[in-house]
């Protein structure tokens, strides 16, 4: 069963086509990151036009790779999956207006998706650490304990299937992949920060800052990074110091950059652990841009051998947004009899 995926909640445009939730025909990302880059972040509005620029070319790039070029429509499409909540309105509504019409236009049943849920899907979908070859059944996924750490979200979920995660804790501040990217900013590296970070970390070393790990209370769920990004930033311009100071002559950015993410890092797996052990559940998914650190992924392989657990995260690729998720979740949520209508709606937040 072939379904189109579309991705517009923030600012990469993805179009996909995915065969049975799994088998990925074409994955094509749109990145809008120069658009964004001279101002530090995604303007919103900037982000929406952007999307309706490529829109159309996104998706007949995508179809016409996979064989079926426009004079040749309606391609052989048996659902197309729009992410519809939770993103930026102005995004959301390029994406799933695209969705509604070629449902309209092909007759084909349409399906808006969590993007959150789309994130946690993917590590499913292609768990690098698996070769089993075969998508597993959802009762061969859940229970798991879920941590979407992505630009926008760092949450905590007792999951018991595609669609049914309970929150357990999420951040009271920044998102994680937020404070790598203002972090970044602060050390004047480029955007986005994360992969940034990063690159300029692996000439570190991770323990040569005591940054503290901000745990909140000993049972605590929640998470909290707007310290670390404050102790970043008087680290290296000095005590109080405003953003636009300069930075201090003696700073070593690889030493800085490796102790942030350590200090991050060991953060999400001390919170991933205590979801776990109080949930008792012996199996975790983690999904969203920030699964793309390879720092994490090591830490999460160490954890998960150590401890005897089972953690899956999807390849680098797709930690990032893309459509290929959202296809791939949109099969699952039509075989079990799913579908919207014309009147689907746009959520800029969670439900959860
Ligand atoms: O999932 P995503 O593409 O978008 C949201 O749904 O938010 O995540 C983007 C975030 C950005 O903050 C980016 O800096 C971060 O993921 N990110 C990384 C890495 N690659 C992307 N953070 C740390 N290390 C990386 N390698
Ligand atoms: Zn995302």
């Known amino acids: 069963m072939l379904i189109l995926g579309i991705e517009t909640t923030c600012d990469e445009t993805g179009v996909a086509l995915v065969e049975d939730g799994r088998r990925i025909i074409v994955n094509r990302v749109a990145s809008q990151i120069p658009l964004h880059e001279r101002f530090g972040g995604v303007v919103p509005e900037i982000a929406s036009r952007a999307h309706v620029e490529v829109i159309t070319r996104e998706l007949e790039g995508a179809l016409a790779q996979a064989g079926y070029p426009a004079d040749a429509y309606p391609p052989p499409v048996e659902g197309i999956a729009v992410s519809s909540r939770p993103g930026l309105v102005g995004s959301?509504?390029?994406?799933?207006?695209?969705?509604?019409?070629?449902?309209?236009?092909?007759?084909?049943?349409?399906?808006?998706?969590?993007?959150?849920?789309?994130?946690?899907?993917?590590?499913?979908?292609?768990?690098?650490?698996?070769?089993?070859?075969?998508?597993?059944?959802?009762?061969?996924?859940?229970?798991?304990?879920?941590?979407?750490?992505?630009?926008?979200?760092?949450?905590?979920?007792?999951?018991?299937?595609?669609?049914?995660?309970?929150?357990?804790?999420?951040?009271?501040?920044?998102?994680?992949?937020?404070?790598?990217?203002?972090?970044?900013?602060?050390?004047?590296?480029?955007?986005?920060?994360?992969?940034?970070?990063?690159?300029?970390?692996?000439?570190?070393?991770?323990?040569?800052?005591?940054?503290?790990?901000?745990?909140?209370?000993?049972?605590?769920?929640?998470?909290?990074?707007?310290?670390?990004?404050?102790?970043?930033?008087?680290?290296?311009?000095?005590?109080?110091?405003?953003?636009?100071?300069?930075?201090?002559?003696?700073?070593?950015?690889?030493?800085?950059?490796?102790?942030?993410?350590?200090?991050?890092?060991?953060?999400?797996?001390?919170?991933?652990?205590?979801?776990?052990?109080?949930?008792?559940?012996?199996?975790?998914?983690?999904?969203g841009g920030v699964a793309a650190n390879k720092r994490l992924r090591r830490r999460l392989r160490e954890f998960a051998d150590e401890k005897g657990y089972e953690i899956l995260y999807p390849p680098p690729e797709l930690c990032t947004d893309n459509g290929a998720m959202i296809a791939g979740l949109g099969y699952w949520l039509l075989r079990s009899g799913n579908r919207d209508d014309l009147a689907l709606d746009v959520d800029p937040v969670s439900a959860r």
């Open 92 to 287: 959301l509504l390029v994406g799933v207006t695209a969705a509604k019409s070629l449902s309209w236009a092909w007759d084909v049943p349409l399906i808006g998706v969590d993007h959150v849920d789309a994130h946690i899907y993917s590590a499913v979908m292609m768990a690098e650490n698996e070769n089993t070859g075969t998508l597993r059944e959802e009762a061969e996924a859940f229970p798991a304990i879920s941590m979407v750490v992505s630009g926008g979200h760092t949450s905590l979920y007792s999951s018991r299937g595609w669609t049914e995660h309970e929150l357990l804790g999420s951040t009271t501040d920044d998102a994680v992949g937020e404070a790598f990217d203002k972090a970044a900013a602060i050390l004047g590296l480029g955007y986005p920060g994360g992969p940034e970070i990063s690159r300029v970390a692996e000439s570190g070393d991770p323990n040569a800052v005591k940054f503290k790990k901000s745990l909140m209370d000993s049972k605590s769920l929640d998470f909290s990074f707007s310290g670390i990004k404050t102790a970043v930033l008087y680290h290296v311009k000095g005590q109080n110091a405003r953003r636009g100071a300069p930075i201090l002559p003696d700073v070593c950015i690889p030493d800085v950059a490796a102790s942030f993410e350590e200090t991050v890092v060991s953060v999400l797996i001390e919170k991933l652990q205590r979801a776990m052990s109080r949930e008792g559940i012996r199996r975790a998914i983690v999904g």
